[in-house]
């Protein structure tokens, strides 16, 4: 299993990637909210993956975050959604939106999303309930500032799962930069 891929872009064709790490280029498809952020050809990259392996194919997906690549996990785990939809879904919405619409259960929402018509909008709102939404109601119903989602990416980074380095959010200065962020985030977490 192929958990994750540190190395340098040197390809990138969406929604493909070619990693090259150590002299083997890996092709990984990622979707297109992790392809818009990925930094540019030649420069080093780390991207969580999932590995499938099927009669026809083995193929890696990629994600920049383990909340992307936690949320692709849920979705192949239903019924009718292959890796593909799941990444056609995660392209369509970010983790957060995906979470908000199965939380109001928005069928309308995942409905705009190429390739999901009413019944599997439905079936993924049905099976997803209870899991996704529920992250979005901790997260204390709003997204996460670009500041307190690199907070977060750092601390994770370092080995604190998720819902730690968001508690650790809450006792953080709102102007807080980045950098004073995650040393102070460190600090609650090592008390």
């Not at 150590?22 to 990622?30: H, I, L, S, T």
Request: glycine share 10%; charged share 20%.
């Amino acid at each position: 299993m192929i958990g994750r891929l540190t190395g340098v872009i040197a390809d990138k064709s969406p929604p493909l990637v070619v990693i090259d790490v150590g002299g083997v280029g890996y092709e990984v498809d990622v979707p297109m909210s992790s392809y818009f952020n990925l930094p540019a050809l030649g420069e080093r990259v780390t991207l969580l993956t999932h590995f499938v392996v099927r009669e026809d194919a083995q193929v890696l997906f990629g994600f920049l975050t383990a909340s992307e690549r936690s949320t692709f996990r849920e979705l192949v785990k239903i019924s009718g959604v292959g890796p593909r939809t799941a990444l056609a879904i995660l392209s369509g919405l970010s983790v957060a939106d995906l979470a908000q619409a199965v939380s109001r259960q928005e069928v309308v929402r995942l409905v705009k999303v190429p390739g999901i018509g009413k019944k599997t909008a439905e079936r993924l709102l049905l099976e997803l309930k209870g899991k996704l939404g529920a992250d979005l109601a901790q997260g204390g119903g709003a997204a996460l500032s670009d500041v307190q989602g690199d907070i977060v990416q750092a601390l994770m980074a370092l080995g604190y799962n998720e819902r730690d380095a968001k508690a650790a959010l809450k006792g953080l200065p709102a102007d807080a930069s980045v950098s004073d962020g995650i040393k102070l985030a460190l600090r609650s977490l090592n008390k």
